[in-house]
């Protein structure tokens, strides 16, 4: 009945499209579904001759969204975020008192545990869960807080700046010691752990020495899919890592990382703190978000 109400074309199809459009790849999305590939470009082609329209224009090696795929794309990206976050408030008991707040590992392991740590002595009864991705976020998880490094422009929850980083690279105290009097060419030589990470926000060595005026060949080194093994790797005087100088605080004050001061640049984006608008959170999230914003740089 809400199909005809709405005019809407089958909702299977527009969620097979959506996972298709999500994940540039039929093959993909079959293998999020739990589907065929051509189940799903069976649904995808119901979909266009429902509408009249080509969503994705098919070529050699994938797929590509068409304008008017893009447009349903965003509508739906948007719609369906939003019943999935009404759906976690409608499933969340009233006697469920908890706090949910995303970020990456680094993050976490860097700078949220240990605020949430501080903020329990002050606040004990508020439960505080978190949400670990190094990958971009699914719509299906819909925490009530989210630090992210830089804006989402298609965002549409709130953000605040929650503090401004440096970045700077950092090492074990032998080698910062080696490297006293050393210029930028110098350390595009030396071993450099480069994280590969699913968030194209996140700045590169590649970014940081064009930032410094190198644009010469730097080392390949060493590739990692986490920043905390890039920072444990680190600490074993094999290289250099990029360092966000807020976020590896307490690894500089226990010197088992050292910040070589004289190339400290500041981060092209903020850290920031986005969530729903108030009306929409509880009181404890309020009360976590307000605690975290006041507490950011301290």
């Known amino acids: 009945m809400a199909r005809r109400y709405y005019q809407l074309p089958s909702l299977t199809t527009l969620a097979v499209f959506e996972a298709a459009a999500r ?5 993909d999305a079959a293998g999020e579904l739990n589907v065929t590939s051509g189940a799903v470009s069976h649904q995808i082609k119901a979909l266009e001759e429902d509408l009249d329209v080509q969503l994705f224009d098919r070529k050699y090696r994938g797929v590509e969204l068409t304008e008017n795929g893009q447009i349903l794309f965003e509508t739906l990206e948007k719609s369906f975020g939003e019943i999935s976050r009404t759906l976690a408030s409608l ?3 009233p006697k469920d008192q908890s706090v949910t707040i995303a970020c990456t590992s680094a993050v976490s392991a860097l700078w949220l ?3 949430v740590s501080t903020f329990w002595r002050e606040h004990s009864n508020i439960p505080v869960n978190q949400i670990i991705s190094d990958g971009p976020m699914r719509f299906t998880e819909n925490p009530d807080l989210r630090i992210q490094y830089g804006r989402q422009d298609e965002s549409e929850l709130e953000e605040t700046i929650l503090f401004q980083d440096y970045l700077v690279p950092l090492c074990a105290p032998a080698l910062a010691e080696k490297l ?6 110098d350390l595009a030589q030396q071993h450099l752990f480069h994280l590969i990470a699913e968030h194209e926000s996140w ?4 970014n940081w020495f064009k930032q410094m005026g190198y644009r010469g060949k730097i080392s390949i080194g060493s590739k990692v899919n986490n920043y905390t093994i890039a920072l444990q790797a680190a600490q ?17 004050k226990t010197q088992q990382l050292v910040a070589l001061e004289e190339f400290r640049m500041k981060a092209p984006k903020r850290f920031y703190i986005a969530y729903q608008p108030e009306a929409h959170l509880s009181e404890n999230a309020c009360i976590l978000k307000d605690w975290l914003m006041s507490h950011s740089e301290s």
């Not at 966000?244 to 690894?251: A, E, G, H, M, Y």
């Open 203 to 206: 700045t590169t060595w590649e």
């Open 180 to 185: 006293k009097g050393a210029k930028v060419e």
């Open 23 to 27: 994940r540039m790849s039929f093959k």
């Open 113 to 115: 545990t240990p605020k």
């Open 236 to 252: 074993e005087g094999t290289g250099l890592v990029l360092g966000w100088q807020t976020l590896v605080s307490p690894l500089l």
């Open 91 to 93: 499933r969340k008991s």
